[in-house]
């Protein structure tokens, strides 16, 4: 068989170590900020009442959760100013899906990248403002990570529960 030298193996095992230390760092970190925000949104939750049953959090920064059966909405948004709603879905009586795309010298691109995307809640009194929850903007990241999917999600749940 193969004779391997003591210290070829243990160089190899400090150097798969030293290799892993920080991927195991990130995620640890990342487990941290994702139960913080959890946290942050079941606290919300609890100000108003409700207990979310459909939650969803992405990007370690934004946070929904919807209460069907009290029919509430639970939004949280960290950022460098902490963006929170808890709204009543009586209140509203539609939810629409507002998508930006970039555009160069006033013609849109072929490829047609959303620059923004949000589900905008329309409430029933004329008078009432309509609320804006934001859900991706480019000029924070540089990518997509599934929020169109997320969004045409969230907005049949919630005109399914409007209705």
């Given at each position: 068989m193969f004779e391997i030298d003591p210290v070829t193996l243990l160089m190899s095992c400090i150097l798969m170590c030293a290799f892993s230390v920080p991927f195991i760092?990130?995620?640890?970190?990342?487990?941290?900020?994702?139960?913080?925000l959890m946290a942050?949104?079941?606290?919300?939750a609890q100000l108003k009442g409700v207990n979310p049953t459909e939650i969803d959090t992405w990007r370690f920064r934004y946070a929904l959760g919807l209460d069907v059966s009290q029919n509430v909405l639970v939004y949280l948004c960290q950022d460098t100013t902490s963006v929170s709603y808890s709204l009543n879905?009586?209140?509203?009586?539609?939810?629409?899906?507002?998508?930006?795309?970039?555009?160069?010298?006033g013609k849109?691109?072929?490829?047609?990248l959303p620059e923004?995307?949000?589900?905008?809640?329309?409430?029933?009194?004329?008078?009432?403002?309509?609320?804006?929850?934001?859900l991706y903007d480019g000029e924070l990241f540089s990518d997509?990570?599934?929020?169109?999917?997320l969004a045409d999600k969230w907005v049949g749940i919630l005109n399914k529960q409007l209705n």
């Open positions: 760092y990130n995620g640890q970190k990342n487990k941290k900020i994702a139960r913080t942050k949104l079941n606290e919300l879905l009586a209140d509203f009586k539609t939810v629409r899906l507002i998508k930006r795309y970039q555009e160069i010298n849109s691109q072929t490829q047609k923004y995307l949000a589900l905008e809640l329309v409430p029933v009194d004329s008078v009432a403002q309509v609320v804006s929850l934001e997509l990570m599934g929020e169109t999917v």
